[in-house]
């Protein structure tokens, strides 16, 4: 179905998000506050 297909690619893209995220937060203070 779409709605689980979109999911899906909601939470693959909110994964890979995070992980760049922890990246730049790695060698630069986090800019948001509040974080998952």
């Known amino acids: 179905t779409v709605i689980l297909t979109t999911t899906l690619l909601g939470l693959a893209f ?5 992980a760049i995220e922890r990246r730049f937060t790695s060698w630069k203070p986090p800019a948001t506050g509040g974080g998952e």
């Open 14 to 18: 909110t994964q890979v998000l995070l």
